[in-house]
């Protein structure tokens, strides 16, 4: 009932392997060790890629992988009692060439896989049939009763019923008397009462008394006016810092040269000259994320890797053979991967990311040997440091610079659409891209398609205004760097998309920037339209713009962002997010676990790092920077 079986080793070698049927192996195996082995997400043993289901098991000691695929629609419950076996078998048979590193040498190891399949098998189906086949009297707990337990008598029941009426206590039918409360007497209640009933002059004093009070409440809160009977107009409502006509011309610092029509290419713009030092900053490569010298940290390690050295040769040489060794199981690394765990929590990781991220490590120590004189935390720390490292690390490097000089190779414009939730910032982000690929000499087009939002398309023209004033057209030729295309309110988005594109191609713009509305993940209307758009115009890049200050809703947001890309689009391979815009970095300080959950989610990379209120507050993502600040 297996089709595959394969032992390889992590470098690649494969030292054994059977193959059942003719059907081709090659792309499940390879997909699982892109995306599960090499991306850290080894917490689970079993993998799905198209009709087949792989599972396997990893010997850490060895540096061993074990995989067995069988199709998905079967249901095997000894597969993880095979591998075991079968891990224990290989391991004991071949020890002695696994540690002399003899990896490249056949092994004959189909008979014991047969024997051992074979009784692994027969052992399930034997299981199978016990459940399924009925006990017979003899094994039933009917049979273990006596005759005499099971013969009923009459008497003894009734015994029992008068028993327990006896024990009930008897009903009264007597009326109960109403039981006499207490009412505490109030301070205008007095002691003349007949019968317990007050007389008519205690009741008239204590009206006198009551009404009086509310009397004086009353003339307190609201003291009547002498012109209180005159009917007043509606005055309007005057607020404490609402400020008057006068205070706003005090405030107004616009100079009257840029005061006009947006719309317009011959406005003046004022710019500080704070901004006129942006230009020409920025060509070439983005910097990387500026964090906290690692000097402290590192000095330490430093120190600990030079005492190692030291410690290879000496007198602890002598002891290397004669002191021995441990081996990690999983209750060794269970209470320090726990702290672990809530410290990644409380840098803003979302709590699934983290019990993932900590099972994948525990997967990664198990079985491995711990040396002599190192401890339990260090190993767990470095294995998670490395893990962290690897997933930050991008599968794939998204160059935008190299593929936009190709696609102006081939005259055709280079298109990136931006899509996320509210109040992210997507346009403020998009327009710091602007302002870096004009840097880079291309000329750029804005297509405002977030046709939902009140002023979005002022935002946007108030940018191109101001990035052609940092780049005037007679710097370059004429040519001016930044136009915006825009058709106003309540038009279809893709079609707009489209056109700008159109535009694009027939003006020779090298770029276009596609800014989408803001919708939450569980708009199905809005999320239906950006499928569309994206289908429709198949732009280059899908950049997803999230928050820094997120924690698990981050990975709702991105879950729920692929699935309806996925859903809307009824193609086979529907386009997905292709990387993600990480913003407001600079208001998180050391909790940077957004990142983290971000990237494991979609497995595509941080292509940007918002930083900053300005144009050049754009950066890349440094995965040991950030790995650094989870950790420390």
């Known amino acids: 009932m297996l089709d595959f079986f394969a032992i390889f080793s992590k470098g690649g070698i494969v030292l054994w392997y059977f193959q059942g049927t003719s059907q081709l192996f090659t792309p499940s195996v390879n997909s699982l060790i892109k995306s599960v082995i090499l991306q850290e997400r080894s917490g689970s043993n079993q993998f799905t890629h198209e009709a087949l289901t792989l599972k396997y098991k990893l010997d850490n000691e060895f540096e061993l992988i074990y995989v067995v695929a069988y199709q998905k629609i079967l249901q095997l419950s000894y597969i993880d009692k095979f591998l075991d076996a079968i891990q224990l078998e290989f391991r004991n048979k071949y020890k002695d060439d696994l540690l002399n590193s003899n990896v490249c040498q056949s092994f004959d190891f189909k008979q014991d896989y047969d024997r051992i399949l074979f009784e692994i098998e027969h052992a399930a189906k034997k299981e199978i049939q016990k459940g399924r086949t009925m006990k017979t009297f003899e094994e039933s707990e009917k049979s273990k009763k006596t005759v005499k337990s099971m013969i009923e008598n009459k008497k003894d029941d009734n015994k029992k019923q008068a028993k327990g009426k006896e024990n009930k206590p008897a009903k009264n039918n007597t009326v109960k008397e109403p039981a006499v409360t207490k009412t505490t007497s109030s301070p205008m209640t007095t002691s003349n009462t007949t019968n317990g009933e ?110 190692s050295k030291k410690s290879q040769g000496g007198m602890f040489s002598m002891f290397k053979n004669l002191v021995g060794s441990k081996m990690l199981t999983q209750e060794d690394v269970a209470p320090v991967l726990d702290k672990f765990r809530e410290h990644l929590v409380s840098k803003n990781v979302a709590a699934e990311i983290a019990q993932k991220l900590c099972e994948s490590v525990s997967a990664k120590l198990e079985g491995k040997v711990l040396g002599t004189f190192s401890t339990i935390s260090a190993t767990v720390k470095t294995a998670l440091n490395q893990s962290l490292i690897q997933i930050l690390s991008p599968k794939r490097r998204v160059d935008i610079l190299r593929d936009a000089m190709e696609c102006k190779q081939q005259r055709r414009p280079y298109c990136i659409t931006f899509c996320g939730v509210n109040g992210v910032g997507k346009s403020t982000n998009l327009a ?201």
């Open 198 to 307: 007050l007389d008519e002059e205690t009741i008239r004093r204590n009206r006198e008394r009551l009404f009086g009070a509310k009397k004086k409440k009353t003339v307190e809160k609201s003291p009547k006016s002498p012109e209180s009977g005159k009917k007043k107009g509606k005055v309007g409502t005057k607020w404490d810092l609402g400020g008057t006509a006068e205070d706003a011309k005090v405030l107004d610092f616009t100079d009257s040269k840029s005061k006009g029509d947006l719309s317009t290419n011959g406005v003046d713009v004022s710019l500080k000259d704070e901004e006129i030092q942006y230009v020409g900053t920025m060509g070439g490569e983005l910097r990387n994320i500026e964090t906290e010298s690692e000097s402290e940290d590192d000095e330490p390690v430093a120190q600990k890797s030079k005492t």
């Open 432 to 632: 710091k891209i602007c302002f870096w690929l004009i840097e880079n000499g291309f000329r750029v087009l804005i297509a405002a398609c977030d046709t939902f939002r009140a002023g979005a398309v002022e935002q946007l023209r108030t940018h191109t205004r101001k990035l052609n004033a940092l780049h005037p057209a007679e710097k370059h030729g004429g040519q001016q760097m930044v136009q915006l295309y825009e058709k106003g309110y309540g038009k279809d988005a893709a079609g707009i998309a489209m056109e700008a594109i159109n535009f694009a191609r027939d003006c020779h713009i090298d770029i276009v920037l596609v800014d989408t509305a803001g919708r939450m993940q569980d708009n199905e209307p809005l999320m239906r339209a950006l499928s569309k758009l994206i289908k429709v115009n198949q732009p280059d890049l899908v950049l997803f713009v999230g928050e820094a200050l997120v924690g698990n809703e981050a990975v709702d947001q991105l879950t729920k962002f692929n699935q309806a890309l996925a859903d809307h689009s009824n193609m086979t391979n529907p386009r997905l997010i292709d990387g993600i815009i990480l913003t407001k970095f600079d208001t998180i300080d050391d909790k940077v676990g957004a990142a983290i959950s971000m990237t494991y989610i979609t497995g595509q990379p941080i292509v940007f790092v918002g930083t900053g209120q300005t144009y050049t507050d754009l950066r890349n993502l440094n995965a040991k920077a950030i790995v650094h600040a989870l950790l420390k």
